[in-house]
């Protein structure tokens, strides 16, 4: 008897030794927590083309106000995206944000009253309401662009594989003293400056004296017995992106495809230019065959004086 009390009192030191040896800290508590699905905004960036359209209006091929010319917005409603809210600029003019451009489309339709060729067209307006006021080589300027040629109708009129078209401009206009001088009817003055895609490669045409001893009234004649085209190739684009650039001073022109060596005009005919200009971007196509088309896009454009 007294051999199990011993046993059983040595069973409960034991047992509450063991139970004296476990804390609270001793205790882990194990928690199921569900697996939580969570989804990320994914944000997918609106780009558009760097093009301030604050001096700069748009002419389209057609003629939709039936005015008898072809219709044209001005900066006013093209400013801040207005361009995408006008239903008549769309088919013409229009974003693709997948690569930041703005397309131009033209097609043989309507034409300005000095030209047989449609066009979807930028025209510079150094002050937005007024195309009367323009810049002379005296004050200068320069026009950047990065474009690339989109698609173009094929010419099965002459030797060329595609029609051709006009992406940039330095435009000659008689300016508002010459004009109530010499009693003109029109200001339209010859293209200084016309930057043309012809099958891949890009051309200067740039307007020079048929004689350089002409001088005082001689040189506002605008036809081609006063003035006429000299060209050269700046080379080959294809329908890849470039960069262009078109710097204006008194009596010197310098042209720029991409990281190339500036191709310079330097020569009396630009001493003596006597009209205002304006620039000019865009597509301009120089045909009037059915079924022709050209389109293009610009990535950029900046005009500064």
């Known amino acids: 008897m007294i051999l199990k009390n011993t046993v059983l009192a040595i069973f409960l030191l034991v047992f509450l030794s063991l139970n004296s040896c476990s804390t609270k800290e001793d205790v882990v508590e194990i928690i199921d927590v569900p697996d939580i699905e969570t989804e990320e905004e994914v944000v997918v960036p609106v780009n558009f083309a760097d093009i301030n359209f604050s001096n700069w209006k748009v002419t389209l091929p057609v003629d939709e106000d039936n005015s008898g010319s072809p219709d044209e ?55 937005p309401t007024d195309s009367k006021v323009n810049w002379t080589l005296d004050t200068g300027g320069t026009l950047k662009g990065k474009l690339k040629i989109l698609e173009i109708s094929k010419d099965n009129s002459s030797s060329r594989e595609y029609h051709r078209v006009i992406v940039m401009q330095i435009h000659g206009v008689i300016s508002i003293a010459d004009m109530s001088k010499y009693g003109f009817s029109s200001n339209n003055g010859p293209p200084l400056i016309k930057m043309t895609w012809i099958d891949g490669d890009l051309w200067v045409y740039k307007k020079s004296l048929k004689n350089e001893s002409t ?73 009037t065959n059915a079924g022709a088309f050209s389109k293009l896009k610009y990535y950029s454009l900046s005009v500064s004086h």
């Open 215 to 287: 001088s005082g009234d001689d040189l506002l004649d605008v036809s081609s017995d006063t003035w006429t085209d000299e060209k050269h190739n700046m080379g080959t684009v294809g329908f890849n992106e470039f960069e262009f650039r078109i710097t204006a001073t008194k009596g010197k022109i310098e042209l720029q495809l991409n990281n190339e060596t500036p191709y310079i005009y330097e020569d009396l005919s630009l001493d003596k230019w006597p009209f205002e200009n304006y620039y000019k971007a865009g597509n301009y196509l120089t045909t």
């Open 73 to 127: 917005y001005k900066p006013n409603v093209l400013v801040n995206g207005g361009y995408r809210n006008i239903d008549a600029v769309k088919p013409y003019m229009y974003d693709d944000t997948s690569d930041a451009s703005i397309v131009f489309y033209t097609f043989p339709k309507t034409s300005t009253a000095n030209s047989s060729y449609s066009r979807t067209e930028l025209r510079e307006l150094i002050k």
